[in-house]
């Protein structure tokens, strides 16, 4: 079993900066990937971003390329959230997966974090 504890959300002003923080602790040898999903009110779970755990590979969703940033120091993994905007507003959740290929589809990973509320205001 993995653990996952997201936190560093919070109310922010468009065009300012978030950094999110997602501690993996347990079995954490096993883990191939870990990513970011988010989820707006009324909507479905999308993707954000994705990282390899030795961290030799990133992926970024077109909706936040130059903007955000995945990255993994150790057993954290930190989404840096720069310039953001209304539409940037969901649960911010991390997830992690055992087996590969890394994956931009929620189906893709097998351990989740509780999630973490970013709220943008105009």
């Known amino acids: 079993q993995v653990q996952l504890v997201e936190s560093g959300g919070g109310l922010v002003q468009a065009g300012g900066s978030l950094r999110l923080s997602c501690v993996a602790s347990?079995?954490?040898?096993?883990?191939?990937?870990m990513a970011w999903f988010r989820q707006a009110p009324g909507k479905g779970r999308e993707f954000v971003a994705a990282?390899?755990?030795?961290?030799?590979s990133t992926f970024h969703a077109d909706s936040v390329k130059g903007r955000f940033t995945i990255s993994r120091d150790k057993a954290t993994v930190y989404l840096q959230m720069n310039s953001l905007k209304s539409e940037d507003t969901a649960v911010y959740s991390c997830?992690?997966?055992?087996?590969?290929?890394?994956?931009?589809?929620?189906?893709?990973?097998?351990?989740w974090g509780q999630g973490t509320q970013v709220t943008v205001s105009s």
């Open positions: 990282i390899t755990w030795g961290g030799s």
């Open positions: 997830a992690a997966d055992r087996s590969g290929p890394m994956s931009i589809t929620a189906t893709g990973y097998d351990y």
């Open positions: 347990g079995r954490t040898f096993g883990v191939y990937a």
